[in-house]
């Protein structure tokens, strides 16, 4: 027979799986919106001043106040360009462009929030009659850098949503396993503690949205302009609906035991589902479409209901029956099937291709916590198949939380880690064609060996640059530092440095190239020796 004490040892233990697992749901690392194209495009030089402006992104976005600049005359060094104010449109801005712009350089920056309420911003250029200043590819494109919200932003999010995961779970405790239990007084300090805190994170959410997308001091947290900006995007609509759902629930289940009558043992669930499309409203699921709002709701709520029943059995204790237990556990159990299901969902579609499983960071991070996840719900089940059995399973349990603690070590990481930016779709008419070709040249080091540059894809849609160094023998070569420049003499464009990393003896590093061409690519080799080597080549970039 399982003993009260293995059952509250389960428990703790299972509650820091399921933080670890309301953690995934709420990591900031998640796919902001990323610019997908600009007119004129970033490097491109026009014979004749543009009308107007148009930068698309790959999801619907919101302006911030001063949030896009027109310089002219070189980043930092030029003087700002009275314009009219951009407007917004979905994906699109459109900026109109004063009939006075002459002859000269000109620099566009960028600020905006995305979907989920991240704010991004970057930078591009143009010349009208002259050539274009150059703009390096992580400020032009920064989607594919890695970002992370401030801690006070991440951290009022995750206390938020830990804190709904305990009302959920309260009120599926109660009305599905053990309805006796609404008078007890720890599950009601639980309720109202509970209540209290995603109030209040909720609220605190809002306040630090404001100056956190407009870029200020956090002094500004009571600013009204800044919470009126707020407010009027769909993130903030989102959010004011959270907090008028939280209040409804106060209002219904501050005493506890109103939950079991007739018109609140309806009216509680459905607001808790309700909560949590709100907060699933308030990511991407909106902008994603109907389907991923589905998926991300029904992944919040049954986390929430699984942490939260965990919750309820360690604030309880002994008191709760074998009955109630056998009944949360069968809930539990649908809930967790259900939620890494949603979770994968989540996960795999930011990923899209297979190669970027194995190629970019997220996608190894992904798989090694989507592989610890499975391992440890594999332990999980050796766990309960021997509490099943009258066994206390102290071996299993001490691997189980190990593991949990290893998933969390990788979700932190991948949390600060931006999804593969995706690639812009060809037009319905070629959607058939044959997909780009890779470039590669092969440049000699002498008597050292020979460098390859691999550019995959090679077109203007984003391109991974890989450079592998060989010895004589062609076996790997060993350096302490790589770096890479490319250019086009053709355009004008001067040599654009493109920062690499080494993974795995592979030095690699990411570049939009603005226009296609003949490219030049610089390498320069570092290695112990006093002197570096520098090595060039070239390629092509098509359309």
């Not at 980043?75 to 700002?80: L, P, V």
């Not at 970057?122 to 200043?133: E, L, W």
């Not at 920064?142 to 992370?148: I, L, N």
């Not at 080494?502 to 030095?507: A, T």
Request: charged share 15%; hydrophobic share 50%.
């Amino acid at each position: 027979m399982t003993t009260s004490i293995t059952l509250v040892r389960r428990a703790a233990v299972a509650l820091v799986s399921a933080v670890v697992l309301v953690m995934l749901l709420a990591a900031p690392g998640f796919a902001h919106a990323e610019l997908k194209s600009t007119d004129p495009e970033n490097g491109q030089r026009l014979e004749t001043a543009p009308t107007r402006i148009t930068m698309t992104f790959s999801e619907s976005v919101n302006l911030v106040d001063d949030g896009i600049n027109l310089l002219k005359g070189g980043e930092g060094s030029g003087r700002t360009v009275t314009t009219p104010d951009p407007t917004v449109d979905g994906h699109t801005i459109t900026w109109r462009m004063p009939r006075s712009l002459g002859d000269g350089a000109y620099v566009v920056t960028w600020r905006v929030v995305s979907a989920d309420g991240h704010p991004i911003d970057g930078a591009f250029a143009f010349g009208v009659g002259a050539a274009a200043p150059v703009i390096p590819d992580d400020v032009a494109d920064p989607g594919s850098a890695a970002t992370t919200a401030p801690w006070p932003v991440v951290g009022a999010r995750l206390i938020g949503y830990l804190a709904f995961a305990a009302v959920a779970g309260v009120v599926a405790f109660v009305l599905w396993a053990a309805s006796d239990k609404a008078g007890d007084e720890r599950l009601q300090r639980l309720t109202r503690w509970a209540l209290g805190v995603s109030l209040t994170a909720s609220v605190l959410g809002m306040l630090l949205q404001g100056p956190y997308t407009a870029g200020v001091s956090w002094g500004r947290l009571l600013d009204p302009d800044l919470l009126s900006a707020t407010l009027r995007t769909p993130w903030g609509t989102a959010m004011a609906w959270r907090v008028a759902l939280l209040l409804a629930l106060t209002v219904m289940i501050w005493r506890l035991p109103a939950l079991v009558t007739k018109p609140v043992r309806w009216l509680a669930p459905a607001a808790v589902v309700a909560t949590a499309v709100a907060i699933a409203g308030s990511g991407h699921g909106a902008s994603a479409g109907l389907y991923a709002l589905v998926v991300d709701t029904v992944h919040i709520l049954t986390a929430g209901v699984w942490v939260g029943g965990l919750i309820v059995l360690v604030v309880l204790g002994r008191s709760v029956g074998r009955e109630a237990v056998r009944r949360f556990s069968t809930l539990a159990l649908s809930a967790v099937i259900i939620l890494v299901a949603t979770g994968v969902l989540n996960s795999l579609r930011n990923i899209h291709s297979l190669d970027e499983l194995f190629l970019t960071r997220y996608g190894v991070l992904l798989l090694a916590k989507l592989g610890l996840v499975a391992a440890t719900l594999a332990v999980a089940s050796v766990s309960r198949s021997r509490v099943k059995q009258a066994r206390l399973p102290e071996t299993s349990v001490r691997l189980e939380a190990g593991m949990t603690a290893a998933v969390l070590l990788v979700t932190a990481f991948l949390s600060m880690t931006s999804p593969p930016p995706q690639v812009t779709l060809a037009s319905a008419a070629g959607a058939a064609a044959a997909p780009p070709a890779n470039a590669l040249a092969v440049m000699s080091l002498g008597a050292k060996g020979k460098a390859g540059l691999g550019v995959i894809p090679a077109d203007t849609s984003g391109s991974r640059l890989h450079v592998l160094l060989t010895d004589a023998a062609g076996q790997p070569l060993r350096a302490t530092a790589v770096e890479l420049e490319v250019s086009n003499p053709g355009r004008g464009v001067a040599g654009i440095p493109v920062p690499m990393t080494e993974r795995r003896g592979v030095w690699v590093g990411r570049f939009r190239f603005p226009f296609t061409g003949a490219w030049k690519a610089v390498v320069t080799v570092h290695d112990r020796s006093p002197t570096a080597i520098v090595t060039g080549g070239t390629f092509t970039i098509s359309d």
